[in-house]
């Protein structure tokens, strides 16, 4: 079935770093991938997504790019603030798996902390 | 934006009892939603997906009678957890998607934290 693997956190990073967190994907057909983030105390928010490979998903300085041959979905920034503190969410939803519903199977989140 | 709310926020029931969850789309119309379970330091696991005015698909393994979905307007989910055991205690999550055919974009609640005595 569907897994999505991203590192194991916390990731602890002090401001205006570079911040990577790998994420790596199997599905049966052709997913689109996602990033979520999880502000303290909200609900969980879209933060950028791609449909298919080489796309490139970038939304407030994060980006991250399909890369089919490596099944992996890297989320970056160049400089990290204090307010990006939250909890980040990999997920991907297969629609051929799932006969066109949308589901999505998520990785475990990785908790990033950034220091002033 | 879209908003989803989800009520109630958290729920402390005896064994044995039944839970009602409601979760809104609050300014869309969502055709589909869906309903999600996180364990402590998990990821969240789909349960089913709900249509509008249809039965709800459920993931394999999650018990359709003992996860109950109603999905009765386009703005109104509710997950009933019928007979609640200690192991059913979780943090429950719904999300929407809008109206149009691809419901790739899922807006979620902010999640219901339900303990079972």
């Known amino acids: 079935g569907d897994s999505v693997t991203q590192m194991e956190g916390p990731v602890t990073l002090s401001e205006e770093a570079f911040l990577t967190i790998n994420c790596t994907y199997t599905a049966t057909g052709y997913p689109s991938l996602f990033w979520y983030v999880q502000y303290p105390g909200e609900g969980l928010q879209l933060l950028l997504k791609?449909?298919?490979?080489?796309d490139k998903g970038s939304n407030k300085g994060f980006e991250a790019t399909y890369r089919k041959e490596t099944t992996s979905f890297h989320l970056e920034k160049g400089s990290v603030q204090v307010s990006d503190s939250a909890v980040y969410f990999c997920?991907?939803?297969?629609?051929?798996?799932?006969?066109?519903?949308?589901?999505?199977?998520f990785g475990k989140g990785t908790h990033l902390i950034i220091q002033p | 934006g879209a908003v989803v709310s989800q009520h109630p926020s958290r729920v402390i029931c005896k064994s044995g009892t039944s839970v009602k969850i409601e979760c809104r789309s609050l300014?869309?119309?969502?055709?589909?939603m869906f309903w999600y379970r996180q364990f402590p330091k998990q990821s969240l696991m789909l349960m089913a997906t709900?249509?509008?005015?249809?039965?709800?698909?459920?993931e394999q393994g999650v018990e359709k009678d003992k996860f109950l979905i109603n999905h009765a307007s386009l703005t109104l989910s509710t997950l009933t957890v019928t007979s609640a055991h200690p192991e059913d205690s979780s943090f429950y999550i719904c999300?929407?998607?809008?109206?149009?055919?691809?419901?790739?974009?899922?807006?979620f609640g902010p999640g219901t934290r339900l303990t079972v005595l």
């Open positions: 997920a991907l939803s297969d629609r051929m798996r799932r006969g066109g519903a949308d589901g999505l199977t």
């Open positions: 709900s249509n509008e005015g249809s039965k709800a698909t459920y």
């Open positions: 999300s929407a998607g809008t109206s149009g055919g691809n419901t790739d974009t899922q807006y």
């Open positions: 791609a449909t298919k490979a080489d």
């Open positions: 300014d869309f119309q969502a055709t589909t």
